[in-house]
């Protein structure tokens, strides 16, 4: 989302984010003589702003990415309420979905059933436990390369009627012009 942003306005090539993803806290500071970073603003909705929550993970993402996004690190995984200091290291074991191949392991483990009804995506496409994180290094990887959005082809779709399609005035005139016709047939022949 980031990458495409910056990449339709030209910042792109000035603001490039977090190369490497490390989990650390990170801030886009504004450029001397050169335009000012994309500023946007979080709004979460109705969504509840516990830590850890998806939202945050996209605002990590789209900060990472390099839009200038007020905010704090308090919400992240990893954050330690009582020394007030946020864990790099387990951030970025959330970035690289470290948590979900954990559960994959233990769920694997335990009973095997759930395991192939959870993660039976995971497992069509070939995703071990093992090849999680290398997953989404590969995801960053193809958004850095090319973060332009490709056209999708557009498909056919046929829609189905339930109901019949509306007659113009010319078709309804003619359609009573052959009841007409046809009532008059039925009284001659009787």
């Not at 500071?29 to 994309?38: A, C, G, L």
């Not at 709004?43 to 998806?54: E, Q, S, V, Y």
């Not at 559960?103 to 995971?122: G, H, I, P, T, V």
């Not at 829609?159 to 039925?186: E, G, H, I, P, T």
Request: charged share 35%; hydrophobic share 30%.
């Amino acid at each position: 989302m980031a990458r495409r942003l910056l990449t339709k306005f030209d910042l792109a090539e000035i603001y490039q984010g977090v190369e490497e993803v490390t989990g650390e806290e990170y801030y886009v500071e504004n450029e001397d003589d050169k335009p000012n970073s994309f500023r946007c603003f979080l709004d979460i909705g109705l969504a509840r702003t516990t830590t850890g929550a998806k939202v945050f993970g996209v605002l990590k993402g789209a900060v990472d990415g390099g839009l200038d996004i007020p905010h704090s690190s308090k919400r992240f995984p990893g954050f330690n309420q009582d020394s007030g200091e946020l864990d790099a290291e387990v951030h970025r074991r959330h970035i690289f979905g470290g948590h979900v191949s954990d559960y994959m392991k233990e769920l694997q483990e335990e009973d095997e059933d759930a395991y192939k009804k959870q993660f039976s995506q995971y497992i069509k496409n070939g995703i071990t436990p093992d090849s999680v994180e290398e997953m989404y290094k590969k995801a960053h990887a193809a958004i850095r390369e090319d973060p332009v959005t490709q056209p999708k082809e557009k498909k056919e779709v046929k829609v189905k009627r339930w109901n019949r399609k509306k007659l113009s005035l010319a078709q309804r005139k003619d359609r009573v012009k052959q009841k007409k016709a046809s009532f008059l047939r039925a009284q001659e022949q009787e």
